[in-house]
Nanobody, 113 residues
Framework: QVQLVESGGGLVQPGGSLRLSCAASESIFSAMGWYRQAPGKQRELVAR???????NYRDSVKGRFTISRDNAKNTVYLQMNSLKPEDTAVYYC?????????WGQGTQVTVSS
């Protein structure tokens, strides 16, 4: 049973930066990423790894967010720059396997002046 623990959320002003971390309880490989869910909205994919090391991002975060990983630490990161109020949401990391998708508990990101 893989456990995912997110950290790094918080309150930041528009234009600011945050780095989210997602630490896994065991070795992880591809098919990991980040979703987010804003109040009253559906959960949406933000960024993900797929295949060997490919990545993709939703259009609204391209050029501002970067997903990365440290396999030695079993950790995936989401570097978020130039944050906007519309980025406010709970961010969840996930790890997909053919048997099950694992989710972290979520970390709140609030972008406000």
């Amino acid at each position: 049973q893989v456990q995912l623990v997110e950290s790094g959320g918080g309150l930041v002003q528009p234009g600011g930066s945050l780095r989210l971390s997602c630490a896994a309880s065991e070795s992880i490989f591809s098919a990991m990423g980040w979703y987010r869910q804003a109040p009253g909205k559906q959960r949406e994919l933000v960024a993900r790894f797929f295949g060997v090391s490919s990545t993709n991002y939703r259009d609204s975060v391209k050029g501002r967010f970067t997903i990365s990983r440290d396999n030695a630490k079993n950790t995936v990161y989401l570097q978020m720059n130039s944050l906007k109020p519309e980025d406010t949401a709970v961010y969840y990391c996930y790890y997909y396997t053919s048997l099950k998708t694992y989710w972290g508990q979520g970390t709140q990101v609030t972008v406000s002046s």
